[in-house]
């Protein structure tokens, strides 16, 4: 099993930045990828972000140039730098990491106000 605890989420002014963390734990061999996704209201889940195990991302077009996703693989923990936020960016951010199969984290609130 490969537990996923997310923090960082918050309340913001539009314009705003916050800094998401995703730290994984448990049974981990090789987690590749690692990313985000995100959750708004009435709306399906999308993705957001993601990083491999070689630091290849990928983006959503509607944060490219605002967010930056990193990773510290010495501490199984990924990281979404997130930067000149929107209103439409307010959703519940999850954290995702592939370890043999598909893991998803708990979910954290960014509300951004305008």
């Known amino acids: 099993q490969v537990q996923l605890v997310e923090s960082g989420g918050g309340l913001v002014q539009a314009g705003g930045s916050l800094r998401l963390s995703c730290a994984a734990s448990g049974s981990i061999f090789s987690i590749n990828p690692m990313g985000w996704h995100r959750q708004a209201p009435g709306k399906q889940r999308e993705l957001v972000a993601t990083i491999t195990s070689r630091n290849q991302t990928n983006y959503a077009d509607f944060v490219k140039g605002r967010f930056t996703i990193s990773r510290d693989s010495t501490q199984n923990t990924v990281y979404l730098q997130m930067n000149n936020l929107k209103p439409d960016d307010t959703a519940v951010y999850y954290c995702?990491?592939?370890?043999?199969?598909?893991?998803w984290g708990q979910g954290t609130q960014v509300t951004v106000s305008s």
């Open positions: 995702y990491a592939v370890v043999r199969q598909l893991y």
